[in-house]
């Protein structure tokens, strides 16, 4: 038998759009772009806060319809998670991402939204404002522990009911 093997060249798109020195990737350059990112934290809390409160409503939305009936809002509702989910992490607020990806984790593997995903969704999107409204940024210390171990345990009681 004969194997034949095609190479393709890919075109690099992204290595065209950095630009670098015989040294590398220039380190000033990227300096001052972490520094523009941590000037925009402010603005994210209150680009977040708004997301959250979107979130909210659409939550709100959801469990105001019947079970059959909430599917587009959880589209919607995934899409928003996903959001934050690549935001937080950008902006220092890597609990974000966190919490964001256990939620979106979460609303992937559900087959229908009760009462009980309900709840475990409603626990993290108040677990998410609180981490904007309280500041919590990078890990959060022992408060950054303590709400992702209290978030542990109610993904815990859903499973085991």
Request: aromatic share 6%; net charge neutral.
């Amino acid at each position: 038998m004969t194997t034949i093997a095609e190479i393709y060249q890919r075109h690099n798109q992204l290595k065209d759009k950095i630009s670098y020195g015989s040294d590398g990737v220039d380190m000033a350059t990227i300096a001052r772009a972490e520094a523009v990112i941590v000037g925009m934290q402010g603005e994210f809390i209150a680009w977040f806060q708004n997301d959250i409160e979107a979130l909210q409503n659409r939550f709100n939305t959801a469990v105001a319809l019947p079970v059959e009936e909430r599917a587009r809002e959880m589209t919607a509702l995934r899409v928003s998670v996903h959001d934050m989910k690549g935001q937080g992490g950008s902006f220092g607020f890597p609990l974000v991402t966190n919490i964001a990806n256990t939620l979106g984790q979460f609303m992937d593997a559900c087959a229908e939204f009760g009462p009980r995903e309900l709840e475990v969704m409603r626990v993290h999107i108040d677990a998410l404002r609180l981490v904007v409204n309280e500041r919590i940024i990078r890990n959060g210390g022992r408060k950054g522990e303590k709400l992702l171990r209290s978030l542990e345990v109610v993904m815990q009681a859903f499973v085991n009911r």
